[in-house]
């Protein structure tokens, strides 16, 4: 396993009021991302546990297109990975961002 | 473009969604009353398995089991409901201890039932001793709470089947709702091949693990109550019908279980295919029922009659 | 005197050596190997029925057992390279030399004994090439075909999966070679005629069915969201614009996503009855909800596809059948249908390199060609014109003359940026070219040629390469769309945005996709069960892809 | 020890049990004076469905006409393997098994299992884990799962498992590791009367509750269970 972090300062707070949001499991190809809205508003934080060891490279340039896109101020990111591909990686963070944009708590 | 989901019911969306392929989280949210759901140690708490970093393998933040409250038709129950895709929903010492807990309060409570989601290959290796006992502590858990007049009902129909201990914990429950891919065994078709050879069991013919083990047979020789269709609404529907159908538990219904596993082995236990006993039982085309619809095979099952209503 | 029917005479005499085994034209499966000992000459060119996905297995048996001071050197001359016994044959020392098309199974093993030089190796084809050299410099001197059933008389039914065998039959049996025929079984008549009996020398009914691989299911239930998000992409970026009626598709998982996107994406697109309305195209279960929604018009098929017999006789408007019922497939005329009558390849690979050439080769194995060279090429002596062939021709050479301006085929390779394990799709230098460096190989096995590719789709858009000016420009626009491969991550920042504006580089976003409506309930069937649904339960999936 | 030795050394005031095709039926006398049913897997037979339903047959026999606790002998193999037993359901005989054992534990039959040689998977689960109270005899050697199968699917060394089974009682077989988790709650002795360990635990049989949980974690070998079990408990008191 390898760990990685990476922590962003970012334009805008991310909308929405919910506090917290799951999406993915964590299987062979594939993550789960929990995202939680427990940052000052021009921060993100992205924390990564991955099977798949050495891959530091593309994790930095996969989170810098991502905050760099959806502007996720505020909001910290865990991530368990079971080997996910960059596309998988991307999908499943804009999921994340866009369940916790909803409303709810 | 596309019609968001958002835009219908959540009957029509828990209708058009797959119970198979559904995430626990999807299943839960589509089977309860909308919003209805509060889970215990959700994954922010990251009540991960301490046991994984051992084998240098991911944790999942809910260790593959999502337990809580919730309401169905606006009565409240408690839920339990394994991820398959992780680590095969298999029984470690945190995912089992959730379910142990679950059923130690709804004992206390005695009035609240139990919805058990079940999607798990059974024992999970990598903390094989911890996964065993866990199952043990609920089988325990499950059939003091029955004791207690709380309904314990299984549901059947993810993509790792009820396999090993799983399989026991859902011959302890009160009643069962499956669907034609949900599997309930306790060895699995690999593990038979393994330890007697391919002539014995051929793992990769699906269509022989599936009249084995599958959801149609489990309903035709009565382990099962109800056949429900593969989607989360009939899962939900399935529920609501059993939760109504299960009485108090006692020694009679053991009794009736002694009889009834007894007269199973008498009248089919020298076959040696799922289709000898369909046929044993009176199915004319026995071979085709693998391939019946639905409502066809409901129609079967119900005319053949087989249930454990009472006896379990 | 001169003679001028040597092979005839040799042809006859043949025969005459073999009759003795035969009753009439029947010979019994235990005397195959006797059979064949009298019939083949060391050193013979061997068609051993080895399709795609036909076997004649029996036949294989039998000829791995010669006697070889009696048989030995033969010159295999065969499409497919499948079963083990193909390759025990030179182990053994029956066989020496090999030309062939695919050996999809036998890819690590064929590779390793053409290192070992245990096969002296002519050439590996397309399907095509090799038919056409059936014809030129490689006729059988012997054919060893399999067929469903025969008559006492030799007519045979080849069945759903005719494949190769008219062809292979047409060569040898014109040219004063011997056709043996394994059949499942002899009947008094053959529900139709694929091989006249006067083609045929000697039948075997043989003790099993022959062996026939369900290549082409896909299950629906392993269709992941990056997969329908490049089958979004193709439907919205490329079918649509061009209008492509007339296609041929590969057989990965982004293709049929394609498929099975058609009625629902494609049919909230409007797009029904203005695309993929013709195919060459093996009866690919997972077509059938488009052809059950009135998407397909026409398919004509390489060879069968197990479990869709059924369907295939009921959806007769659709497929090609016999006066029988079942589907009548023809590799050699698929083969030709794809390369002249289609105007759209699209298919998947593991390797693109930075001119956009494509291979399937890994330094472990060769898997051969089989028919996508030819499916993924452009036809250059395509003379009739079709409107997506000219808007690819004008893409191509803006400012050429309309009249004297040749189209284009559209080649499109789809998939993702990373394969299985995380394997990247693009890179610098194909294994293929260190392959045939290694082989001292004159050509280096390259799937599709650049220069006949016209897009490029993965999950982060389409690279529109008949828009390319320069080398640069083709070289930017695939880094443009390799994502976070390493050939991706050196993309010129600026390069790429400018051929984004001129629309070189499409994102998904670009073409009104949000990448997160690319989700599995967008597949018209999610798991196989639906796919017999879809076909009112007349499409009967072998045991394997069940989960009832 | 052999059955015939062990049963000896329980019962010396005489016992009607036998063994049949592995299948362990009877009752004996103990040296209080009462009487106590006897059931188990011996021989170390596997756990199908025609085992499985004769030993729920005799508990359920004796509930009604008998008093007094229930002792199940284990040496058994895993759950039989097999097409047949999974097609006539054995998931149900096994956990039916379970279930009556439970059900008599906690309506005055205190049950009490005495692991003397081998068991794994479900058949454990179906006898020796449905019991109040799992006892270990010295040289029993249970394996929920056995670590050739473990390096297969782990792809580790058999090496390199008994290495992380030094550290970890969680996944290695054993019965010091059942021990440690909390499955075992006793190891008697085999130099002492078996009888004289019979009464002296009958004597202070613990409640019916089930504590294996907290006895894992008092023993340092299941240090989340109890914890994890109460907090859900305790959250789904509140929630209601």
């Given at each position: 396993m390898e760990d990685l972090n990476f922590q962003h300062q970012v334009r805008a707070r991310a909308g929405g009021t919910r506090q917290r949001a799951i999406v993915g499991v964590v299987a062979s190809g594939n993550l789960e991302v929990l995202v939680e809205r427990s940052l000052p508003d021009a921060e993100c934080v992205v924390d990564i546990k991955t099977a798949a060891m050495g891959f530091g490279a593309v994790w930095s340039a996969v989170i810098g297109d991502f905050v760099?896109?959806?502007?996720?101020?505020?909001?910290?990111?865990?991530?368990?990975?079971?080997?996910?591909?960059?596309?998988?990686v991307s999908l499943r963070l804009a999921q994340a961002v866009r369940l916790i944009a909803e409303a709810g708590q | 473009m596309t019609a968001p989901l958002k835009d219908i019911s959540p009957a029509e969306r828990a209708r058009s969604t797959s119970?198979?392929?559904?995430?626990?989280?999807?299943?839960?949210?589509?089977?309860?009353?909308?919003?209805?759901?509060?889970?215990?140690?959700?994954?922010?708490?990251?009540?991960?398995?301490?046991?994984?970093?051992?084998?240098?393998?991911?944790?999942?933040?809910?260790?593959?089991?999502?337990?809580?409250?919730?309401?169905?038709?606006?009565?409240p129950v408690f839920v339990a409901a394994q991820e398959g895709r992780f680590m095969g929903g298999a029984f470690g010492e945190v995912h089992g201890a959730k379910l142990t807990g679950l059923l130690r309060a709804a004992r206390q409570i005695g009035s609240i039932p139990v919805l058990i989601l079940f999607d798990t290959g059974g024992v999970r290796l990598q903390e094989a001793n911890a996964g065993e006992l866990a199952i043990a502590e609920i089988m325990r858990a499950?059939?003091?709470?029955?004791?207690?007049?709380?309904?314990?009902?299984?549901?059947?129909?993810?993509?790792?089947?009820?396999?090993?201990?799983?399989?026991?914990?859902?011959?302890?429950?009160?009643?069962?709702?499956?669907?034609?891919?949900?599997?309930?065994?306790?060895?699995?078709?690999?593990?038979?091949?393994?330890?007697?050879?391919?002539?014995?069991?051929?793992?990769?013919?699906?269509?022989?693990?599936?009249?084995?083990?599958?959801?149609?047979?489990?309903?035709?020789?009565?382990?099962?109550?109800?056949?429900?269709?593969?989607?989360?609404?009939?899962?939900?529907?399935?529920?609501?019908?059993?939760?109504?159908?299960?009485?108090?538990?006692?020694?009679?219904?053991?009794?009736?279980?002694?009889?009834?596993l007894a007269d199973r082995l008498r009248s089919f236990g020298g076959c040696g295919d799922a289709v000898d006993i369909w046929t044993a039982e009176g199915i004319a085309h026995a071979e085709a029922v693998p391939e019946l619809p639905a409502d066809q095979f409901i129609a079967l099952a119900n005319r053949i009659g087989r249930t454990s209503r009472d006896a379990r | 005197m001169t003679s001028w029917q040597n092979n005839r005479a040799a042809r006859d005499a043949r025969i005459a050596a073999g009759a003795g085994l035969a009753r009439g034209k029947v010979v019994e499966a235990h005397d195959v190997t006797r059979l064949l000992e009298a019939v083949v000459r060391s050193g013979d060119r061997v068609c051993l029925e080895g399709d795609n996905q036909k076997q004649a297995d029996l036949l294989s048996r039998a000829l791995l057992a010669v006697d070889l001071s009696k048989v030995n050197d033969l010159h295999m001359v065969q499409s497919g390279v499948v079963?083990?016994?193909?390759?025990?044959?030179?182990?053994?020392?029956?066989?020496?030399?090999?030309?062939?098309?695919?050996?999809?199974?036998?890819?690590?093993?064929?590779?390793?004994?053409?290192?070992?030089?245990?096969?002296?190796?002519?050439?590996?084809?397309?399907?095509?090439?090799?038919?056409?050299?059936?014809?030129?410099?490689?006729?059988?001197?012997?054919?060893?075909?399999?067929?469903?059933?025969?008559?006492?008389?030799?007519?045979?039914?080849?069945?759903?999966?005719?494949?190769?065998?008219?062809t292979v039959v047409e060569a040898t049996a014109f040219k004063d070679g011997v056709v043996i025929a394994q059949v499942n079984e002899i009947v008094d008549t053959v529900p139709r005629v694929d091989i006249p009996a006067d083609r045929v020398h000697f039948i075997v009914k043989a003790d099993k069915p022959?062996?026939?691989?369900?290549?082409?299911?896909?299950?629906?239930?392993?269709?992941?969201?990056?997969?329908?998000?490049?089958?979004?992409?193709?439907?919205?970026?490329?079918?649509?614009?061009?209008?492509?009626?007339?296609?041929?598709?590969?057989?990965?998982?982004?293709?049929?996503?394609?498929?099975?996107?058609?009625?629902?994406?494609?049919?909230?697109?409007?797009?029904?009855?203005?695309?993929?309305?013709?195919?060459?195209?093996?009866?690919?279960?997972?077509?059938?909800?488009?052809?059950?929604?009135?998407?397909?018009?026409?398919?004509?098929?390489?060879?069968?596809?197990?479990?869709?017999d059924d369907y295939i006789r009921a959806r007769s408007d659709v497929y090609f059948t016999?006066?029988?019922?079942?589907?009548?497939?023809?590799?050699?005329?698929?083969?030709?249908?794809?390369?002249?009558?289609?105007?759209?390849?699209?298919?998947?690979?593991?390797?693109?390199?930075?001119?956009?050439?494509?291979?399937?080769?890994?330094?472990?194995?060769?898997?051969?060609?089989?028919?996508?060279?030819n499916m993924g090429a452009d036809a250059r002596g395509r003379r009739h014109p079709s409107e997506p062939w000219l808007k690819a021709g004008a893409e191509a050479d803006p400012d050429g003359s309309a009249l004297m301006r040749r189209g284009r085929k559209l080649v499109v390779q789809i998939g993702e940026t990373f394969g299985d394990k995380n394997v990247p799709l693009f890179v610098e230098k194909l294994d293929a070219i260190e392959l045939a460096e290694k082989l001292k190989l004159d050509l280096a096995p390259v799937m599709i040629y650049g220069d006949d590719v016209t897009h490029i789709i993965t999950e982060e858009g389409v690279a529109n390469l008949l828009l390319c000016r320069t080398a640069q420009e083709r070289e930017q626009a695939i880094r443009g769309v390799a994502g976070y491969t390493d050939v991706g991550r050196r993309r010129d920042h600026g390069m790429v945005s400018r051929l984004r504006e001129r629309g070189v580089i499409r994102r998904p976003e670009d073409l009104g996709i949000n990448p997160l409506d690319a989700d599995r309930s967008l597949l018209a069937a999610r798991s196989i069960k639906d796919l017999v649904r879809w076909s009112g339960g007349l499409y009967a999936p072998p045991s394997k892809f069940r989960n009832w | 020890m052999t059955l015939d030795d062990i049963?000896?050394?329980?019962?010396?005031?005489?016992?009607?049990?036998?063994?049949?095709?592995?299948?362990?039926?009877?009752?004996?006398?103990?040296?209080?004076?009462?009487?106590?049913?006897?059931?188990?897997?011996?021989?170390?037979?596997?756990?199908?469905?025609?085992?499985?339903?004769?030993?729920?047959?005799?508990?359920?026999?004796?509930?009604?006409?008998?008093?007094?606790?229930?002792?199940?002998?284990?040496?058994?193999?895993?759950?039989?393997?097999?097409?047949?037993?999974?097609?006539?359901?054995?998931?149900?005989?096994?956990?039916?098994?379970?279930?009556?054992?439970?059900?008599?534990?906690?309506?005055?039959?205190?049950?009490?299992?005495?692991?003397?040689?081998?068991?794994?998977?479900g058949a454990l689960l179906a006898t020796g884990l449905a019991t109040r109270v799992l006892v270990g005899l010295p040289g029993a050697d249970p394996a929920v799962m056995d670590l050739p199968s473990m390096a297969k699917v782990t792809k580790l060394s058999m090496k390199a498992l008994q290495e992380k089974a030094k550290s970890t009682p969680v996944f290695a077989p054993g019965l010091s590791n059942l021990a440690q988790m909390g499955a075992v709650h006793m190891t008697w002795s085999n130099a002492r009367s078996l009888a004289d360990q019979l009464e002296a635990l009958l004597a202070g049989m613990p409640a019916v509750q089930d504590r294996r949980d907290a006895l894992g974690k008092e023993r340092g070998g299941r240090l989340k269970a109890t914890e994890i079990a109460e907090r859900v408990h305790d959250l789904a008191l509140q929630a209601r």
């Open positions: 760099e896109r959806y502007s996720p101020g505020g909001l910290k990111f865990s991530i368990n990975d079971g080997g996910a591909r960059p596309d998988t | 119970f198979y392929e559904a995430s626990a989280r999807t299943r839960l949210e589509l089977l309860l009353d909308a919003g209805s759901f509060v889970e215990f140690i959700g994954p922010e708490q990251r009540e991960a398995s301490p046991h994984l970093k051992i084998f240098d393998l991911p944790e999942q933040f809910d260790d593959g089991i999502i337990v809580g409250h919730g309401r169905l038709d606006g009565s499950l059939m003091e709470a029955r004791s207690a007049g709380v309904k314990v009902i299984g549901l059947i129909g993810g993509r790792s089947g009820c396999y090993g201990g799983g399989g026991l914990i859902a011959g302890c429950c009160s009643a069962l709702a499956v669907s034609e891919p949900g599997r309930i065994a306790v060895s699995g078709p690999e593990v038979i091949e393994t330890n007697r050879g391919v002539e014995e069991f051929d793992s990769r013919d699906r269509a022989l693990v599936w009249r084995t083990m599958g959801g149609k047979h489990r309903r035709l020789i009565g382990a099962a109550d109800v056949f429900a269709d593969d989607n989360v609404q009939d899962f939900r529907e399935a529920a609501l019908e059993l939760l109504g159908l299960v009485g108090p538990f006692g020694l009679d219904r053991l009794r009736a279980e002694q009889r009834r | 079963l083990p016994e193909h390759l025990d044959l030179f182990d053994r020392g029956v066989a020496k030399r090999l030309d062939y098309a695919y050996s999809g199974p036998q890819s690590a093993r064929i590779a390793r004994m053409l290192f070992g030089g245990k096969i002296e190796l002519g050439a590996v084809h397309t399907y095509l090439e090799l038919f056409a050299r059936y014809f030129i410099d490689l006729t059988p001197h012997v054919a060893l075909i399999a067929a469903v059933s025969a008559d006492r008389e030799g007519n045979l039914y080849t069945g759903p999966n005719t494949e190769d065998t008219p022959f062996f026939v691989e369900p290549l082409f299911t896909r299950d629906p239930a392993a269709i992941t969201e990056g997969q329908i998000l490049t089958a979004m992409l193709a439907i919205k970026g490329v079918y649509a614009p061009y209008g492509v009626q007339r296609l041929n598709h590969g057989i990965g998982f982004s293709t049929a996503a394609i498929e099975l996107l058609l009625p629902t994406f494609g049919e909230r697109l409007g797009l029904k009855g203005t695309i993929a309305s013709h195919f060459a195209l093996n009866p690919h279960p997972a077509l059938i909800p488009a052809i059950e929604s009135g998407w397909v018009r026409q398919i004509h098929s390489f060879g069968s596809e197990v479990g869709m016999g006066s029988d019922g079942s589907l009548r497939s023809n590799r050699a005329f698929c083969q030709t249908a794809g390369l002249y009558a289609c105007d759209m390849f699209i298919g998947s690979t593991l390797q693109i390199d930075l001119q956009g050439n494509s291979s399937t080769v890994t330094t472990s194995r060769i898997a051969g060609f089989g028919g996508a060279p | 049963i000896a050394s329980l019962f010396p005031d005489g016992h009607e049990v036998r063994n049949d095709k592995g299948v362990i039926l009877g009752s004996a006398t103990l040296r209080s004076g009462g009487r106590m049913l006897v059931l188990g897997v011996a021989d170390r037979t596997a756990l199908g469905v025609d085992e499985a339903i004769r030993l729920s047959g005799h508990v359920l026999e004796s509930i009604d006409r008998d008093s007094g606790p229930i002792l199940v002998l284990v040496d058994s193999d895993s759950q039989r393997m097999s097409k047949r037993d999974e097609l006539l359901g054995l998931n149900e005989f096994l956990a039916h098994l379970a279930k009556v054992l439970i059900h008599a534990d906690m309506n005055g039959r205190p049950t009490i299992g005495l692991l003397y040689g081998h068991s794994a998977a």
